[in-house]
Antibody, heavy 119, light 109 residues
Framework: EVQLVQSGAEVKKPGESLTISCEASGYTFTDHWIGWVRQMSGKGLEWMGN????????RYSPSFQGQVTISADKSIRTAYMQWSSLKASDAGMYYC????????????WGQGTLVTVSS | EIVMTQSPASLSVSPGERVTLSCRAS??????LAWYQQKPGQAPRLLIYDSSTRATDIPARFSGSGSGTEFTLTISSLQSEDFAIYYCQQYNGWPPVWTFGQGTTVEIK
């Protein structure tokens, strides 16, 4: 069974760093792109970026380029999203999702990680 | 950057009715379009990919069509479990760079 299990909710202060994770199981981790999607409270889905764990090739949305870092450790089948200095506007629900191997569409999603940023 | 525009923003529908949701791309994306359903408190679920192919275990009442810049998601007979927000997403180009539409909320009338 394919599963993406994300790390738990985080409460941080502005300026702090944060890394959230997405652990994959049930499929060949290095065969599928993993994407990250933000959803701010009451708002729509925003694609942030993707990583291909096979070679760590990464693509970012222009809106998030330079704001976050996406990485993956294929030895432990885990993808990461990292902030070096959080802002209040980074608060939201963050989802990881697996891209279908051939063609498009994100067919399996993590349960989401809620990030709260407040002083 | 390709911009995806969904319409309407919301609609009220009675169970059993036929529903048509629209999604427009700012430039041609061929058939590189997916539709997702999201219910409150849940992660999105893939319904349709490549414009018209139903994902695994998606009921036949969901269908997608379109190519180029105009796309449609149709629910042939709305069920109670279909009240949700629906998003389109384009994935034109390689490496994958994607964009979501702003969503359409389907509410109970």
């Amino acid at each position: 069974e394919v599963q993406l299990v994300q790390s738990g909710a985080e409460v941080k202060k502005p300026g702090e760093s944060l890394t959230i994770s997405c652990e994959a199981s049930g499929y060949t981790f290095t065969d599928h792109w993993i994407g990250w999607v933000r959803q701010m409270s009451g708002k729509g889905l925003e694609w942030m970026g993707n990583i291909y764990p096979g070679d760590s090739e990464t693509r970012y949305s222009p809106s998030f380029q330079g704001q976050v870092t996406i990485s993956a450790d294929k030895s432990i089948r885990t993808a990461y999203m990292q902030w070096s200095s959080l802002k209040a506007s980074d608060a939201g629900m963050y989802y990881c999702a697996r891209k279908r191997r051939h063609g498009g569409g994100m067919d399996y999603w993590g349960q989401g990680t809620l990030v709260t940023v407040s002083s | 950057e390709i911009v995806m525009t969904q319409s309407p923003a919301s609609l009220s529908v009675s169970p059993g009715e036929r529903v048509t949701l629209s999604c427009r791309a700012s430039q041609s994306i061929s058939d590189y379009l997916a539709w997702y359903q999201q219910k409150p408190g849940q992660a999105p679920r893939l319904l349709i990919y490549d414009s018209s192919t139903r994902a695994t275990d998606i009921p036949a009442r969901f269908s997608g069509s379109g190519s180029g810049t105009e796309f449609t998601l149709t629910i042939s007979s709305l069920q109670s479990e279909d009240f949700a927000i629906y998003y389109c997403q384009q994935y034109n180009g390689w490496p994958p760079v994607w964009t979501f539409g702003q969503g359409t909320t389907v509410e109970i009338k």
